[in-house]
């Protein structure tokens, strides 16, 4: 803070400029600009709808409680499978499967935890094969 009169700087996206008003944001992106941001980078998830994921706590133990609740039988293995998976161009997001799970294994796509995120791509890549 020494050599600034006790401000900080900031890198330049959020560093603000005085106006009569107060401030604005110094890319122009505001109440007041004619700028807009800029469209997402990836589509995908417009594509389709959001799936629901298995993830590592299922391996080994495949209590198939979440299959039988399925409405679209979207929840696959065979016997040789450590775990089951569910088919994302099957799933329709109803969630029945997750209360379902014994093991909490079971996510909505768009809340799997950190540490599980390799998951969603197993579970689409499993389909593929």
Do not use: W
């Not at 560093?15 to 700028?35: A, E, Y």
């Amino acid at each position: 803070m020494c050599g600034q009169g006790g401000r900080r700087s900031r890198n330049a996206s959020t560093v603000s400029t005085p106006t009569r008003l107060g401030h604005r944001p110094v890319d122009g992106i505001g109440v007041d600009s004619k700028v807009t941001p800029e469209a997402p980078v990836s589509t995908k998830d417009f594509d389709k709808p959001m799936t629901y994921v298995i993830t590592e706590p299922c391996i080994g133990v495949k209590d198939a409680s979440c299959v039988d609740v399925c409405p679209v039988d979207c929840i696959h293995a065979t016997d040789d499978d450590p775990m089951f998976y569910i088919d994302p161009d099957e799933c329709i997001d109803c969630g029945a499967c997750e209360p379902e799970c014994p093991v909490t294994a079971i996510f909505a796509e768009d809340a799997v935890p950190d540490d599980q995120q390799k998951f969603i791509q197993i579970n689409a890549d499993y389909f593929k094969q």
